[in-house]
């Protein structure tokens, strides 16, 4: 069965450096999700991506956050600068066109800013 | 604004012993819903969905949900809970594309379900 898979499955980094979280989405599936969790707090959406631009983001999603699908598989979410605050399980998710927006979740990549 | 409530942090209940997780929604339109499982330092699995039609839905697991728009709710239950079951339950809400949405799920609080022998 298709899964989405995200890469790495934990990232270390020391606040102010720059990450980049990386997603294979389902092969045919066209639009894009990050969400995050903070530890021991719901999930929250980041960002959805559609016909390679951004269709909606949250206020969560600042200048510091940016997306991009270099290649027709990858989807990837960059911090430029982390802060402490960034520290959280981040999930991409994809889904299809037609189907009312079942979303297929990635493992999470867990982010630790020291 | 779309908004789920779980109100249940954290639920007990005995192996073998019925289980309802409670869910509130918020939705300007006919809500899609979700009910996701989490295991601890998991991803998110999909357990059940509502889009239409009977309003009483099964998904995997021997879960199900009823949808009750006068209510705006969405329980999850289950007859019979088994020590597998323990986890992190999420309700989420979202909508079709299309106008303003492009499908974000707005997910609860979520819910951590303890399961005793």
């Known amino acids: 069965e298709p899964e989405v898979t995200q890469t790495p499955s934990h990232q270390v980094t020391q606040m102010g450096q720059e990450v980049i979280l990386r997603c294979v989405p389902i092969?045919?599936?066209?639009?894009f999700y990050w969400y995050r969790q903070i530890l021991g707090q719901k999930v929250e959406f980041l960002v959805s991506?559609?016909?390679?631009?951004?269709?909606?983001k949250s206020e969560i999603f600042d200048d510091q956050f940016s997306v991009e699908r270099p290649d027709g598989s990858n989807f990837t979410l960059k911090i430029r600068s982390t802060k402490l605050e960034d520290s959280a399980m981040y999930f991409c998710?994809?889904?299809?066109?037609?189907?009312?927006?079942?979303?297929?979740f990635g493992p999470g990549t867990r982010l630790t800013v020291l | 604004a779309q908004s789920v409530t779980q109100p249940d942090i954290h639920i007990t209940v005995s192996e073998g012993a019925s289980l309802e997780l409670r869910c509130n929604y918020s939705y300007g339109a006919t809500p899609y819903l979700f009910w996701y499982v989490q295991s601890p330092g998991q991803g998110l699995q999909l357990l059940l969905k509502?889009?239409?039609?009977?309003?009483l839905v099964q998904g995997i697991k021997g879960f199900e949900a009823e949808f009750k728009r006068s209510q705006t709710s969405f329980n999850l239950r289950k007859p019979s809970v088994h020590w597998s079951d323990a986890a992190e339950y999420f309700c989420a809400v979202g909508g079709s594309a299309g106008g303003t949405s492009y499908g974000k799920l707005t997910f609860g609080q979520g819910t951590i379900l303890t399961v005793h022998p």
């Open positions: 991506f559609y016909n390679n631009e951004i269709s909606e």
């Open positions: 092969s045919n599936h066209l639009y």
């Open positions: 509502y889009f239409s039609g009977d309003t």
């Open positions: 998710a994809s889904r299809g066109l037609v189907s009312y927006n079942e979303q297929f």
